[in-house]
């Protein structure tokens, strides 16, 4: 990453910056970095000033004790500050979740973009399942068990049981093993994983939710429910596309999101 800032808890911040445009600051999910939204950043560079950065606990950017998801919202107050005052954000996933903490926080946010927050509501047995995941990441943490933690997460995401040995067995586990302290702070910020009405309601700018047509229905359900409740919330459907969004697919859907 090309610039550092600073949160307001002291902790270091890395990010970069492509393009011109509206400033658009990228969210990412759990288990990933700054650099993998950059793919999505250069696709918006023509149109956009885009913004990847490192959360905090990951990537180049430092962490700072006990985590509480208003230190990362913080974080992104950093990062709003530093590139110019004023930002829209989009989050992927549970980045997404971030996001709209972000926006209903008072933030000079412009506008937000979630890409499939996995708000479970109709997802049967949704509740239970975070539940217990919850407990069983927080307990794998505490034992140093990281990458039990991973599998833990695989798991929730509905990868099977042979492909998570070989994810194992694979050069990029001791990459995923590195972050994994950070699934508990995206996991804070899902909270008990059903959508979060009141926060929701109190977003004062406009939203966009945005799911792919080839995810599973209850994705699509969650982001439909995302934008009805908001105050100015749209929804938007890719068709074609699954929870790995096509950047080129995404890119100018939300470009022109940002824009305007």
Do not use: K
Not at 58 to 68: K, V
Not at 83 to 99: I, K, N
Not at 165 to 188: F, I, K, T
């Amino acid at each position: 990453m090309d610039n550092m800032t600073t949160s307001r808890d002291g902790t270091s911040l890395a990010y970069e910056m492509r393009g011109r445009g509206p400033t658009v600051i990228l969210v990412s999910g759990a288990m990933s970095t700054g650099a993998t939204m950059a793919p999505l950043a250069e696709r918006l560079a023509d149109r956009c000033t885009a913004v990847v950065y490192d959360r905090r606990g990951r990537g180049e950017s430092g962490d700072t004790t006990p985590y509480e998801v208003a230190r990362e919202v913080e974080d992104l107050a950093a990062l709003v500050e530093a590139v110019g005052g004023e930002a829209a954000l989009f989050g992927v996933s549970s980045g997404g979740a971030l996001v709209l903490h972000a926006a209903a926080s008072g933030l000079p946010v412009r506008r937000a973009a979630v890409y499939e927050v996995p708000f479970a509501d109709t997802l049967a047995g949704g509740a239970e399942q975070q539940a217990a995941y919850t407990e069983n990441l927080d307990r794998a943490l505490a034992d140093g068990r990281r990458g039990d933690a991973v599998e833990l997460f695989l798991r929730l995401t509905g990868l099977g049981e042979q492909m998570i040995q070989g994810a194992r067995q694979s050069p990029m586990w001791a990459g995923m093993e590195a972050v994994a302290p950070s699934l508990a702070y995206d996991n804070a910020v899902m909270g008990d994983g059903l959508l979060p009405r009141d926060l929701l309601a109190a977003i004062p700018v406009p939203v966009l939710a945005v799911a792919g047509g080839a995810s599973p229905e209850w994705m699509r359900t969650a982001g439909r429910a995302v934008a009805e409740t908001v105050p100015q919330g749209t929804y938007r459907v890719l068709e074609g596309q699954t929870h790995m969004v096509e950047p080129g697919v995404l890119g100018p859907v939300l470009a022109d999101f940002v824009i305007g």
